[in-house]
């Protein structure tokens, strides 16, 4: 009976450790970021809650990177899941550059917070 109670501890433990103990996959340094070869170029423009061009799927192989220009009418943040975690800062009017860098498979959106857009997603395989 004993042992069923430290179960859920050794649960927890397990996962923690793993969480702590391993580097991110897609954790890169600018370095690498930089001297990935871009694969696609895009720029996009948001006016309220209009994307254009219109949220597509762009596929990009592992290694390869996604070169976004982003221009918005209002003040916003842009997020890039699966990319460690890519943020940045829209201005409005002003075209904000993110370089992202396929390394790890998935199906990952990017998107605005204000309003709360999928601008494209992005398939890296």
Do not use: W
């Amino acid at each position: 009976m004993r042992v069923n109670r430290v179960l859920p501890y050794a649960a927890c433990l397990l996962a923690l450790s793993g969480a702590v103990g391993c580097g991110s996959p897609d954790s890169l340094s600018p370095e690498a970021v930089a001297s990935a070869p871009v694969a696609e170029r895009i720029d996009i423009t948001v006016t309220g809650t209009t994307i254009t061009p219109p949220p597509t799927q762009v596929d990009l192989g592992i290694g390869q990177a996604l070169e976004l220009t982003v221009t918005v009418d209002h003040g916003d943040e842009l997020h890039a899941h699966g990319f460690n975690g890519t943020e940045a800062d829209l201005k409005a009017g002003v075209p904000t550059t993110v370089k992202l860098v396929g390394t790890e498979s998935g199906v990952f959106e990017v998107e605005t917070h204000d309003p709360a857009l999928t601008i494209l997603t992005v398939a890296v395989r």
